[in-house]
């Protein structure tokens, strides 16, 4: 296989995709389906098809409003990209147009979010993890872990001896150092692991 071959196999797919948008004529209906293909005339009369006898959402507002005849099938773009490109801009004609009659909301697969996401979470929980808690029986501990250690049996007998009332408490310290935050340490929300 010479180098021009292995690229042409390496690289996605590009096809043409519509991006349509189905509603009803009468101008008093607001609602409306967001759809993508790579065949929209063929899809059309699937949706046609399936109109007249399925039970899903789209299909059963059709029938109550006048069945197929009274929807317009607009094709609002067309481009032609990746399947994963695709995706995104369906995706963002769904925030575009806000459609009531879809099922589920067009997923994005990407890498890219979950990322972010996680060097957020990373950067949120860190901040947690800086701020020091410090307790009258001499606990000290990180703001995440406070709960926990006010259910802890050496808190519960320091409460016991001293006859004071859980809610008695020292102020929150936060430490410049972040050094202290081992950086593997996070909490449930991004997923990460908890010492």
């Known amino acids: 296989m010479n180098a021009m071959e292995q690229t042409q196999t390496t690289q996605p797919i590009q096809k043409k995709h519509y991006f349509y948008r189905i509603y009803c004529k009468d101008p008093e209906v607001s609602d409306c389906y967001i759809g993508k293909t790579c065949h929209f005339e063929a ?78 979470n990373r950067q949120a929980c860190q901040k947690h993890y800086m701020i020091q808690k410090e307790c009258e029986c001499g606990w000290i501990g990180s703001k995440m872990s406070f709960a926990h250690h006010l259910s802890s049996k050496k808190h519960k007998y320091w409460v016991e001896e001293n006859e004071l009332h859980e809610s008695v408490f020292g102020d929150v310290i936060i430490l410049d150092d972040e050094s202290i935050m081992p950086n593997d340490t996070c909490c449930a929300q991004c997923k990460m692991n908890i010492h």
């Open 43 to 120: 899809r059309i009369s699937h949706h046609k098809l399936l109109s007249n006898d399925s039970d899903l959402k789209l299909y059963q507002f059709i029938s109550e409003n006048g069945g197929f005849n009274n929807f317009v099938c607009e094709c609002v773009h067309s481009e032609v990209c990746t399947e994963e490109a695709s995706t995104f801009i369906e995706y963002a004609m769904y925030h575009l147009f806000k459609p009531s009659l879809n099922t589920r909301v067009p997923r994005v697969k990407t890498n890219v979010f979950k990322s972010k996401k996680i060097d957020y």
